[in-house]
C-alpha cells in the first residue's frame, strides 16, 4: 500500500522559512513532487525532483526561494522554503509518480504566512 505522509506545515512570519516532508513507503518512485492550493484557486505545481539522478523543476514564483531535496535512504523528499510571501500561504501536497502521471497524493499540510 502506497503512502505519502508530510508534514512540517505551520504558522511562520512573510520572509520566514519552513521546510515541509513527506515519506512514501510502499513502492518507488520515478519523479516526487510538491503541489499547493490556496482557497478558491487551483492547485499548481511547485517543484520536482527525479528520484534517479536528482533534476529538479521549480514553478517560476518559487525559483530562488524553494528548494526540493531527497534523501533516498529515508524514502523522503523535502521542501525548504525560504523568504515566504504572502502569496505563497496554501494547503501544500506531495505527489509521486511512479512513470510519467502523478498518481499517488500525500494528505496535504497548510502554511500560514502572517504579515
Known amino acids: 500500500q502506497v503512502q505519502l505522509v508530510e508534514s512540517g506545515g505551520g504558522l511562520v512570519q512573510a520572509g520566514g522559512s519552513l521546510r515541509l516532508s513527506c515519506v512514501a513507503s510502499?513502492?518507488?518512485?520515478?519523479?516526487m513532487g510538491w503541489f499547493r492550493q490556496a482557497p478558491g484557486k487551483e492547485r499548481e505545481f511547485v517543484a520536482s525532483?527525479?528520484?534517479?539522478?536528482?533534476?529538479?523543476r521549480y514553478l517560476d514564483s518559487t525559483k530562488g526561494r524553494f528548494t526540493i531535496s531527497r534523501n533516498n535512504a529515508k524514502n523522503t523528499v523535502y521542501l525548504q522554503m525560504n523568504s515566504l510571501k504572502p502569496e505563497d500561504p496554501a494547503d501544500y501536497y506531495c505527489?509521486?509518480?511512479?512513470?510519467?502521471?502523478?498518481?499517488?497524493w500525500g494528505q496535504g499540510t497548510q502554511v500560514i504566512v502572517s504579515t
Open positions: 505527489a509521486a509518480a511512479p512513470d510519467g502521471r502523478y498518481d499517488f
Open positions: 525532483i527525479r528520484w534517479s539522478d536528482g533534476i529538479t
Open positions: 510502499g513502492r518507488t518512485f520515478s519523479r
